[in-house]
């Protein structure tokens, strides 16, 4: 009966062995040499600030939702292509309809200035 289950327990053994052992690698052979910038919080591409309540510029958010505009638009556009032959005419211009209401969203976008970065 246990024999039935050796080539999982070795799998395990050997998958912790080796991530055990890459962790523990990395820490003996990397460089620390902390400074101040490496030792700072990273806050989505502003400087960190001490006051939750404090005002700051939203540009970093219209950037984020033209990435889920281009992300959901390749995110469809990749299977319609494989079933194009498939469903048709209808298939086409139910894309070309999703296409244009993300132009649409792309264009506004553009208009408000998020593209532009000081």
Request: charged share 20%.
């Amino acid at each position: 009966m246990l024999e039935d289950y050796f080539a999982i327990w070795l799998f395990l053994i050997v998958g912790f062995v080796v991530g055990a052992g890459c962790m523990l690698a990395g820490w003996f052979l990397a460089p620390n040499n902390p400074d101040s910038e490496k030792l700072s919080a990273y806050e989505c591409g502003f400087e960190a600030f001490e006051d939750a309540r404090m005002k700051f510029d939203v540009r970093y958010y219209l950037i984020a939702i033209l990435f889920i505009l281009f992300d959901l638009e390749i995110a469809f556009l990749f299977p319609w292509a494989v079933v194009l032959d498939e469903i048709g005419l209808f298939g086409f211009v139910a894309m070309m309809v999703f296409l244009g209401i993300l132009v649409v969203g792309f264009i506004y976008e553009w208009m408000k200035g998020a593209l532009e970065w000081d």
